[in-house]
């Protein structure tokens, strides 16, 4: 037997946020990141549309990058003080993960968090709130999926909480939200959400229906994200829907080594996530395919790229991604980026067998052991080509 669960609604499109006006409650939670959507005026809105539901309203705000527990026990405290029926989330993929985990300390404060990090073993949460993720920006997907990573700043590792229960009961994906974003933040969370798309379609995890979700996120990024780096405003829009695509899609299929990679080496050296993936995936693309060259195949004939066989088609798939990170001025290699070899390989064999452990390695199409693994950064660190 196969699940598949998304949100149970999700609004996209120009001024989505409306709906908030029709919510039904008398309390709403807002979790807020960056000042961008404080300046720019979304949150006083948000607040606005909330007080036609005649409903009150509380910020939280301040969610840094890579939102740590420390973050998320300060919203817990926060939130259990002012009692919401109501968890609204808004901005990129760290303030709706903190928002998320938020929501299950609230909910069950005697819960370790250790305990919750056991994958798909949380108690039921909506006994006290309901959550909204409204995403403004075009990559983590986070408003429709059912994770929450949340980083130890003190070691850098990122540790993913996944979860059913925590997949939003509402997403909004309105596309006027993005339209300020920089190129550079465009670029990352681009090549985070064809990241998605890509180790949802060749997880041993993926169905019919993931695939099909990720496979047309995957045509629709291919079409639309350089030309929304160039700020291009329909393409910002269709990289908007396409990212919830891809989101729905990995959250159901899960996804693979790219991300397990990233997890553990992106806080480490700064690296941005979406960043870190864009680097690591055509590396991991060509590892993969040791064993699951079809799919890859697929998705290169979909791009309608050019290659008489699987191995030429696995090679075509390669040379795009490189290209559309040069496109978008992203480094194709860890060395490339600025991390010196010293640094990077001092620490690799503890974040090699990290990565090993990452949830997300349980259903990459290739199995993988930390030796292997360590082979494959130093790959990606050199930008040479995977030949084991």
């Known amino acids: 037997m196969q699940r598949f669960t998304i949100p149970r609604e999700v609004y ?11 919510l039904q409650g008398k309390k709403a939670f807002i979790v807020v990141g960056s000042e961008r959507t ?16 005649n409903m009150e309203s509380m910020v939280f705000q301040g969610v840094e990058h890579d939102p740590s527990l420390e973050t998320v026990q300060k919203g817990t405290e926060a939130l259990r003080e002012f009692g919401a029926d109501w968890i609204i989330a808004i901005g990129g993929g760290s303030p709706i993960d903190a928002a998320k985990s938020m929501w299950i300390f609230y909910e069950h404060p005697e819960l370790e968090f250790e305990k919750a990090l056991v994958p798909f073993s949380l108690p039921k949460l909506r006994n006290k709130a309901r959550f909204v993720g409204i995403t403004t920006t075009s990559g983590t997907a986070t408003e429709v999926t059912s994770f929450s990573v949340i980083t130890d700043p003190e070691t850098g590792i990122k540790y993913p909480i996944a979860d059913y229960e925590i997949t939003p009961d509402i997403a909004i994906v309105d596309t006027n939200l993005v339209m300020s974003l920089s190129p550079k933040l465009v670029a990352h969370t ?10 949802a379609y060749v997880s041993t995890a993926a169905t019919p229906i993931t695939d ?10 291919g079409s639309y994200l350089v030309d929304s780096f160039k700020e291009d405003t329909n393409a910002r829009k269709q990289m908007h829907i396409s990212q919830c695509l891809a989101g ?3 959250s159901n299929a899960i996804l693979g080594i790219v991300h397990s990679m990233a997890h553990k080496t992106g806080r480490l050296f700064n690296i941005p996530h979406g960043c870190a993936n864009a680097i690591y995936l055509p590396y991991v693309i060509q590892y993969n395919a040791k064993t699951a060259p079809a799919k890859y195949a697929e998705i290169t004939k979909r791009l309608e790229l050019t290659g008489n066989t699987e ?6 798939l390669v040379a795009f991604v490189k290209q559309m990170n040069k496109e978008m ?26 990565a090993v452990n990452d949830p997300c390695t349980s259903t990459n199409p290739r199995t993988i052991d930390t030796e292997a693994m360590k082979k494959l950064y130093l790959c990606a660190y050199k930008g040479e080509d995977v030949t084991f």
């Open 12 to 22: 996209t499109g120009d001024d989505a946020i409306e709906v908030l006006k029709d």
């Open 38 to 53: 404080i300046k720019d005026g979304t949150v006083a809105k948000i607040q606005s549309l909330l007080k036609e539901a």
């Open 190 to 199: 681009g090549m985070d959400a064809l990241t998605h798309a890509i180790e």
């Open 212 to 221: 099909a979700l990720a496979m047309k996120s995957i045509e629709m990024i």
């Open 248 to 250: 729905m899609a990995f």
């Open 311 to 316: 191995a030429e088609l696995v090679n075509a």
């Open 329 to 354: 001025n992203i480094p194709t290699s860890v060395e490339e980026f600025g991390i010196s070899y010293e640094n990077f390989t001092e620490q690799l064999d503890t974040f090699a067998e990290k």
